[in-house]
């Protein structure tokens, strides 16, 4: 990269950083002091924004980030805490559905009512079943690399 | 009163403040993914794919979008599911923005709404229909990872963690509207037809825990869609953005046409030895895969347990692309890799032998199948064929066999150990004479047609009869025609799919500078790998001739009435069977020729094979293969004799002296000597043409000879 293309570079991510902040101001501008017409020009700075961050560092070159490696370090941990978090709160909603499955039918509308629990039940399942799919893929993803080579594979094959 | 809803109903202004600061963070993340790959790609030689942007856009449209290779009759279901997927999400997704619209553009600066009336029934009940097909489509995804597996897919922790995150998504979408209603008592409720029920069953809740599990939800819902979003360019989910700039980028030029080395006297680099040495589409090309394992369905030596698979060439390119790209932090360290990096070559590994082997560049067969195959149009031999090269041409390895066809093919322009006087010894078997190139210039005559007899239909004894029924044929249709003789060499087709690109190119300049001497308009072969060397690749180097094949000669003779053909011969009876070359079919789209030449003779029923035209199965010899020893796996040829002789048929039509070669040898290699042939369709047509005298060929070709002595396979070059 040349020094040019490194000024350049340099004063397009102040520029998108700029607007990130600019954008954040606009939101809190909208949604505070009740100015909602600005919102979409906060969203819309804080998406651009983002996008010219993500695509400077993209094109830049590699460089040892030290907060990946932390969260690469931790990527079980908090690929299991996030699908927890995402899961739980639907698994109470549908659970509750559940729980009051019998009060809901006993109010007219009883089969209806009988259907909804039925397809929170489904629903209900489908969550638990993918939490724990995705559960045992991180944990698998997470054991060492196979060991060997390709080359190795195909002597094997021979 | 008037259909509509309160958007951000039960948010307090914390909401939409956490929903629009901390957007920036899935974009940051998109983005640096994106442009992490962009800058990969960019790091392959030039090539040139911004031509016919029009006929680019509109083919990606209706390949990624419209799914036009991705539903199809055979992957019904997988594609059916993909397709529910995409719909939904897609859909969902212009949900969220027409919400959006409404709530930050059209009310506040406006002051106009259209979130309201018949329009919004419509989007209530399309958005509900958009979310089952999410989670339906997910978990039949799921269902068919898990239960119903297909020996070629394989389920890696991405996959499941995109499936689970899909179906979580949907089922929150659904649980924030149920709870919504199940409040506000929603009189247009049964338009969500999905959520609706639910809403009712959850009405029997105290009002506050419906606000409070209400609020819970929606703030996950939009944290959840955040880290999916982040997640996008680091998984496999990245593929519709790589998917469609791979079909838009694709390969416009014909599919059986391999990219020379250009300048290959002054060049440097000799094929791809390293990721830079592909070429920027070439890279992009491993970074589109799906993993959907198509290319596996018809590969011959997945198939037959070799261990070449495409699929996984090109996920090892792509997960050693990520490592060397940084796509994750930058400098990963050993064994640090995407979930779709087999290997753990890590990034400082050799491109061969530590991410491909040799073993599995070798055993491809070049047939294209998976390429026919791939949604995305990755195109697999192309990439095999430019390691080959570096293989070949920088490091001077290559299968023992090959080291005699190179010899022969420098010293006498073709595989086998024959001087080129012995090319024409076939013609003496003909009554009539079958003229030179150089005695028709010397006489100032010209010819209808050039006989390219090609290297296998001139030395090879059991190709050599298909050579002299086609030649009789010709000479029964009065067609005035001449061979090259001693003048004809190899095409450098086996040279050029082996990866001695050098070798390639001096035999195609050599065999250009002939054809062109004699300023031929027209050749017709009955070797299809000559016929697409001569079709496709001759052009590069400016040879431009009409090329046929001479099935389709046969057919377009039989249809003129040029020749006649008993319907009683020997020949003309029973079943039969026939199987499509892949250098005729998927790389030349000729199926009906051969099959309509056939159907000329009624007395013959045709069978087809389970895989057939462009699913065709490998006979096993192209891509050098025919020279090769096949050590690793069970035989390929036998493979697909036996799928021949499982159709009843006695007899199997080939359309290819490599084929012929391969088919000889798995007969023999199956037992089946006594009770099934093949013969080309060529002596098929010679042996039930009524001849000028009236007399029955069909003693002259297959019946007698086939029938008679055992077959002689092809014997490798010394
Ligand atoms: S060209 Fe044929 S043998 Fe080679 S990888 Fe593709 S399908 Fe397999
Ligand atoms: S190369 Fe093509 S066919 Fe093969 S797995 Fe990838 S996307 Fe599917």
Redesign the pocket.
């Known amino acids: 990269m040349t020094k040019d293309d490194a000024m350049l570079t340099g004063r397009y991510r102040i520029a998108s950083a700029a607007a990130v902040v600019l954008g954040i101001a606009l939101i809190l501008l909208s949604e505070l002091g009740g100015v909602h017409e600005v919102r979409v020009f906060g969203a819309g700075l804080i998406s651009l924004g983002g996008i010219g961050l993500g695509v400077l560092a993209g094109l830049d070159q590699p460089r040892r980030a030290e907060w990946l490696a932390w969260v690469r370090d931790r990527r079980v941990a908090l690929g299991m805490i996030a699908a927890l978090v995402s899961v739980a709160p639907v698994v109470v909603a549908f659970a509750a559905a559940l729980v009051v499955l019998p009060a809901a039918m006993g109010e007219g509308r009883s089969g209806m009512a009988l259907l909804g629990g039925l397809i929170a039940l489904l629903m209900l399942m489908a969550s638990v079943g993918c939490f724990v799919l995705a559960v045992r893929a991180i944990r698998r993803a997470a054991r060492p690399v196979t060991p060997g080579s390709p080359a190795e594979a195909g002597e094997e094959a021979a | 009163m008037i259909p509509t809803r309160e958007i951000l109903w039960n948010i307090t202004a914390l909401g939409p403040i956490l929903l629009y600061t901390l957007m920036a963070i899935p974009f940051v993340f998109l983005a640096y993914g994106l442009a992490r790959r962009v800058r990969m790609w960019r790091q392959g030689q030039p090539e040139n794919r911004f031509d016919q942007l029009g006929r680019r856009l509109w083919h990606a449209i209706l390949m990624t979008v419209l799914h036009g290779r991705i539903v199809r009759r055979r992957n019904r279901f997988g594609g059916l599911m993909h397709l529910a997927i995409f719909v939904g999400f897609v859909t969902l997704f212009i949900g969220t923005v027409i919400v959006m619209i409404e709530a930050d553009i059209t009310v506040p600066i406006f002051g106009v709404s259209f979130y309201r009336g018949d329009f919004y029934l419509v989007y209530k009940a399309v958005m509900n229909l958009a979310g089952l097909l999410l989670i339906g489509g997910s978990l039949a995804a799921l269902y068919r990872r898990y239960v119903r597996r297909p020996a070629t897919l394989e389920t890696t922790g991405d996959d499941v963690v995109i499936l689970a995150f899909l179906v979580v998504l949907g089922v929150q979408g659904f649980a924030v509207q149920a709870l919504r209603m199940a409040v506000t008592d929603d009189p247009w409720g049964p338009w969500s037809f999905v959520s609706y029920p639910m809403a009712l069953t959850l009405s029997a809740l105290p009002e506050s825990w419906l606000r409070a599990i209400h609020v819970a939800n929606w703030y996950i819902h939009f944290l959840t869609n955040f880290v999916f979003l982040s997640y996008v360019a680091y998984s496999k989910m990245i593929h519709p953005f790589t998917s469609f700039a791979n079909v838009l980028f694709r390969r416009l030029k014909p599919v059986g046409a391999l990219d020379p080395i250009e300048n290959i006297e002054e060049a440097e680099v000799f094929g791809a030895g390293k990721l830079e040495d592909f070429t920027w589409a070439q890279l992009l090309n491993v970074d589109?895969?799906?993993?959907?394992?198509?290319?596996?369905e018809y590969c011959p030596t997945f198939s037959t347990g070799k261990p070449l698979r495409?699929?996984d060439v090109?996920l090892e390119l792509a997960g050693y692309m990520a490592d060397r790209g940084g796509i994750f932090s930058g400098e990963l360290g050993q064994g640090e890799n995407s979930a779709r990096y087999r290997w753990g070559a890590g990034p400082d590994r050799a491109l061969i032998p530590d991410v491909v082997s040799p073993a599995e560049l070798w055993d491809c067969t070049t047939c294209g199948a998976?390429m026919a195959?791939?949604?995305?149009y990755?195109e697999?031999v192309p990439l095999i064929v430019g390691m080959r090269r570096h293989l070949v041409l920088e490091q001077g390895e290559f299968p023992e066999e090959v080291t005699s066809v190179f010899t022969n093919l420098e010293r006498l322009g073709s595989p086998y150990q024959f001087p080129p006087n012995q090319r024409a010894a076939w013609t003496k078997r003909l009554d009539q004479p079958v003229p030179e190139m150089a005695e028709v210039a010397a006489r100032g005559e010209e010819v209808e047609i050039l006989f390219w007899v090609g290297c296998l239909g001139s030395f090879d004894s059991r190709n050599q009869r298909t050579t002299v029924a086609l030649a009789r044929i010709l000479q029964a249709a009065g067609i005035k025609f001449a061979i090259l003789g001693k003048e004809e060499s190899c095409t450098g087709d086996p040279a050029r799919r082996i990866g001695n690109e050098y070798l390639a190119q001096m035999m195609a300049m050599q065999a250009v500078e002939t054809l062109n001497t004699y300023n031929v308009k027209k050749v017709v072969t009955a070797c299809p790998h000559c016929f697409n060397a001569i079709k496709n690749e001759f052009p590069q180097i400016g040879g431009n001739y009409e090329v046929i094949h001479h099935s389709q000669l046969i057919n377009q003779l039989i249809a003129e009435g040029r020749i006649t053909l008993d319907p009683n011969s020997a020949l003309a009876r029973g079943a039969v069977t026939y199987h499509d070359p892949c250098y005729l079919g998927r790389y030349n789209g000729e199926y009906d020729a051969p099959r309509e030449a056939l159907a000329a003779l009624p007395g013959l029923e045709l069978r087809e094979m389970r895989r057939n035209r462009n699913t065709s199965f490998c006979c096993g010899g192209g891509g050098g293969r025919l020279f090769m020893e096949e050590t690793r796996g069970t035989r390929i040829n036998q493979a697909r004799v036996r799928e021949a002789i499982d159709t009843g048929a006695e007899l199997l039509a080939a359309a290819c002296p490599f084929c012929m070669t391969m088919f000889e040898d798995g007969i023999h290699g199956v037992g089946a000597e006594e009770s099934f042939k093949v013969l080309d369709i060529a002596e098929i047509v010679a042996g039930s043409m009524i001849t000028p005298n009236g007399a029955d060929g069909a003693k002259e070709h297959g019946a007698a000879e086939s029938e008679g002595a055992a077959p002689e396979s092809a014997e490798r070059p010394e």
Do not use: E, N, T
């Open positions: 589109a895969c799906m993993h959907c394992g198509r290319c596996l495409p699929r090109v998976c195959q791939c949604p995305v990755i697999h």
